[in-house]
């Protein structure tokens, strides 16, 4: 119970919010970089060229890595046959085994191929859009 004698508390005053600090020029200097970059790449100017060149050079080992791949998987086969030619006498499930690598083990390696050079080559992709939009530092 409240009684007359004992002291009211005074009411509290709002708490201000805590400052926050902004400083407008780290701000305009990452857009003056990335617009600065990006205007580069649609001027073609020598550091946009480079940048361009740089992602048809990844692409392009990309590209041939994956066919080296290809080539030797499939056209080892042939070679494999030639050098074991007991191995294309082997039946598996009354059908000779390079009849079965070359007709049915074939597709699902060639779209494995193309699913990671599509993942890979998207990558490269996206590691030059990240390039040309990093902020400076």
């Known amino acids: 119970m409240v009684t007359a004698d004992d ?11 805590p400052r926050a600090r902004i400083v407008l020029a780290e701000v305009s200097r ?17 550091v946009g060229e480079t940048l361009v060149r740089g992602l048809v050079r990844a ?3 990309l590209a041939l890595r994956l066919s080296l791949v290809v080539l030797i998987g499939l056209g080892g086969l042939p070679w494999l046959f030639a050098i074991a030619p ?6 598996v499930l009354g059908v000779n085994l390079p009849w079965l690598l070359l007709g049915v083990v ?32």
């Open 59 to 61: 692409q392009l080992t």
């Open 30 to 46: 990452r857009d003056d970089r990335a617009d600065r970059t990006r205007a580069e790449l649609t001027q073609q100017t020598r």
């Open 86 to 91: 007991s191995l294309g006498r082997v039946t």
């Open 106 to 137: 074939a597709f699902p390696f060639l779209i494995t191929v193309g699913w990671a050079y599509v993942r890979l080559a998207e990558r490269n992709e996206q590691d030059f859009t990240d390039l040309v939009q990093r902020p400076e530092r």
């Open 7 to 17: 002291p009211v508390p005074a009411p509290r005053a709002p708490q201000p919010p």
